[in-house]
């Protein structure tokens, strides 16, 4: 319809596009009124021009704000996300932390109670030793005992014996001495016997032989 009515648009005017338009329209048309009317016209034009272009702009602003919002938002919200994964992570980490710190405190606590069952057994170990070795004392000491009274005993038997065989021997000198003395006795009397056979046998041939 513009080319129809010979309307052109010249990219090198500093008038807007609408104005330009617009106003060729008029002129196309052939409008023979006064100037005023046309110029009255063109600024009426040209004030929607600048309103239309004003309210273009600020709603670009509009736009270019709500999209920088946006983009603002969506950065914030990847920001918020990322804080949120890694507060996430901390968290895990100090999960993961208080965990370890309860395991080694848990840890420590098993420990403590072993070293204490450990003290404990070692000072059970100790008094039972203290009364091993008690008892063995006192057995050495009862065996010490009967050591000394099996000495006592066996000493007092060997003195026993060696009485009874001195008495023994002190006994065989008095029998042999009054054997010794029965047999010379004995020996005496059969010498005297003897000679005083002889001494007879003697005087009998001595007689003999003086007949």
Do not use: C, W
């Not at 370890?100 to 420590?108: A, D, F, T, Y």
């Not at 000491?141 to 000493?155: E, F, S, V």
């Not at 007092?156 to 002190?170: F, G, M, N």
């Amino acid at each position: 319809m513009l080319n129809q009515l010979g309307v052109q648009y010249e990219p090198k005017s500093t008038k807007p596009v609408l104005e330009q338009l617009l106003l060729q329209t008029i002129k196309a048309q052939g409008y023979n009124g006064p100037k005023s009317n046309i110029t009255k016209i063109s600024e009426l034009v040209r004030n929607k021009v600048q309103e239309k272009t004003a309210i273009n702009v600020i709603e670009n602003n509009e736009t270019t704000n709500d999209e920088n919002n946006e983009q603002d938002d969506e950065q914030e919200l990847i920001q918020l996300q990322q804080q949120r994964i890694k507060a996430t992570q901390e968290l895990k980490l100090a999960a993961e932390k208080l965990d370890g710190i309860n395991k080694q405190i848990e840890l420590r606590q098993q420990v403590g109670k072993l070293q204490e069952q450990s003290t404990r057994l070692n000072n059970a170990n100790d008094q039972l030793n203290e009364i091993k070795a008690f008892d063995l004392v006192k057995n050495s000491m009862r065996n010490r005992q009967q050591i000394n009274d099996a000495k006592r005993q066996l000493q007092e038997l060997k003195d026993k014996q060696v009485q009874q065989i001195s008495e023994i021997k002190q006994q065989r000198i008095n029998e042999l001495s009054i054997l010794s003395k029965n047999n010379v006795t004995n020996t005496r009397a059969m010498l005297a016997h003897n000679l005083n056979l002889i001494q007879q046998t003697r005087a009998a041939k001595m007689i003999q032989r003086q007949y």
